[in-house]
């Protein structure tokens, strides 16, 4: 029987992907992001599908509704996310032809830990409390009850082992990232991983570098802090936040030009704002897509859009 595995390719998703691993050893793991997860779920061929932490775009919601009904006619689909669900579909659309795990402020590593806890060895634990406090998700009741009976303190140098060690172009490729859920599937830790402890701490002090450049580079559009193509790209999200910080405003974008289109990524400081729906509704309105979490999000729009883009973010704030 084949199985293969989709996930995002962030720690979430390498966790979800290696709990789903020890499940199924003999499975093949494919990475995806919400902006191609049609495309690679159309042309994903096997017996049984897994699916994990992959949000789904408004923009493709209903197209992918359909191909999962479609697809589940010949093969078993288990998809297991945690971001909202477009409200262009249900989750009862999505229930109806495959098993779909959804939680709110939990992780995808924790929803799928949970659905095959039973059936896979005890320590495999750790792969989910990795994934949940490499995705600020380490605060659900599930989580705090089972950080209690580890060494939090070794738990947080392996996630940040992790988390840190694949932002370099070393561990950055999908082939690296298959060997380090395979790692993970069978009990070893982040810090097993020849390599990733010396890419960890390269990261690091590119992260500090990145702050000075952030500093001189950043500007203030509006109520925004933007910076503009970094040097580094693995370090988008920590870019957009220091460009909130040093341009004191609640939300900051990095923005990172890739032929005719850009990428958003979103962070924000203290505000009320829900990232997910604002790169959501700014980045369609545009002729884009986006989606995330409520404090972390992301989009991609048309290069020619971005003054609308920012206007109608800028909007949003307000």
Known sequence: MKTVILSHADCDGLCSAAVAKAKFRDAEVFFTKPVSFLGDLQSTEADRIVIADIAITRKDAKSIADTLRKKSASAEILYFDHHIVPDVITEKELSASVTYIHGKDVSASELIYRHFQKEIPKERIWIALYGAIGDY?????????????????????????????????????????????????IGKNPSDIPGLVRSAKQAVTREFEL????????????????????PHFGFRGPAALFAANVMKTDVGLMLNERGEHIDV??????????????????AEAVGGSGGG??????????????????????????
């Open 137 to 185: 998700e380490d605060d659900s009741p599930f989580v705090q009850e089972r950080l209690a009976n580890w060494d939090k303190r070794a738990l947080y140098f392996e996630v940040s082992t992790l988390i840190l060690g694949i932002k370099n172009k070393e561990f950055a490729t999908y082939d690296a990232k298959r060997d380090i859920v395979e790692t993970l599937a």
């Open 211 to 230: 702050y000075e450049f952030v500093k001189k580079h950043a500007e203030k559009i509006g109520k925004i802090g933007v910076i503009i193509n970094l």
């Open 265 to 282: 990524t979103a962070r924000k400081r203290n505000s009320s704002v829900e990232l997910n729906r604002m790169m959501e509704e700014c």
């Open 293 to 318: 979490h409520a404090s972390a999000a992301g989009a991609r729009i048309p290069k020619n859009a971005l003054d609308k883009f920012m206007h109608l973010a800028n909007k949003y704030i307000s």
